[in-house]
């Protein structure tokens, strides 16, 4: 089946170091996203990308990182610079085709700092 | 900044009415709204997209979009149980590519 894959499911962090979530898509989508969000609030974004080797910033880009080696594959990188990583971290992907395709989300990936 | 606001609720209905839920946004510009809905500790699950004024029908929701008065609202009729959930409103705006800027969700809650 088609879809948007996140693993791992939970992730613990300890301090000072650094945590990759993975996001694969088999949608043969051109865009994918990454939010954060925290109990109460909506989603923010983080990083997107909406093309093979290229990403932009979202709102909330400091502490992370990503990187678009591979159409299917848009990796997170939780640094140790981020100083409150607790959250529920959701990747979406969408197809390109200006304003009106909508996105489509994984299952998500819970952080923890133990 | 882009903002979506949305009344976090809870918003009480009973099963087999109408529930309304409304989103305003300050961008007159905007393009395209998404409506999703949210289960406790699942991902968002897309349920209505509405690109153009007026409304948009499936199954037992109906979006509407007015641009003049900048809101965007859903009605799901006839309510279940299983329509308890948190519902985002997302909208894109001009200049922001494919970006969704989220409202922080309405809390639906569908009684016995």
């Known amino acids: 089946d088609g879809g948007i894959t996140q693993s791992p499911k939970y992730l613990f962090r300890k301090e000072g170091q650094n945590v990759t979530l993975s996001c694969e898509q088999n949608?043969?989508?051109?865009?994918m996203y990454w939010y954060r969000q925290d109990p109460g609030q909506g989603l923010r974004l983080i990083y997107y990308?909406?093309?093979?080797?290229?990403?932009q910033k979202g709102d909330i880009a400091e502490g992370y990182s990503v990187s678009r080696e591979k159409k299917e594959s848009f990796p997170l990188t939780v640094t140790s610079a981020q100083k409150n990583p607790t959250a529920f971290y959701l990747c979406?992907?969408?197809?390109?085709?200006?304003?009106?395709?909508?996105?489509?989300f994984g299952d998500g990936t819970r952080l923890s700092i133990l | 900044q882009k903002e979506v606001e949305q009344n976090s609720g809870p918003l009480s209905v009973p099963e087999g009415a109408i529930a309304s839920l409304n989103c305003t946004y300050s961008?007159?510009?905007?393009?395209?709204f998404f409506w999703y809905r949210q289960y406790s500790g699942k991902s968002p699950e897309l349920i209505m997209s509405?690109?153009?004024?007026g409304d948009k029908e499936d199954g037992r929701f109906t979006a509407q979009l007015n641009k003049a008065s900048q809101y965007v609202s859903l009605l799901i009729r006839d309510s279940q149980p299983s329509d308890s959930a948190t519902y985002l409103c997302?909208?894109?705006?001009?200049?922001?590519?494919?970006?969704?800027?989220f409202g922080t969700g309405t809390q639906l809650k569908v009684e016995l």
């Open positions: 979406a992907s969408s197809g390109f085709g200006g304003n009106n395709q909508p996105q489509h």
């Open positions: 949608l043969n989508h051109d865009a």
């Open positions: 990308s909406q093309i093979v080797n290229d990403f």
């Open positions: 961008d007159r510009g905007s393009q395209s």
């Open positions: 509405i690109y153009s004024n």
């Open positions: 997302a909208g894109v705006f001009t200049g922001g590519g494919n970006k969704l800027t």
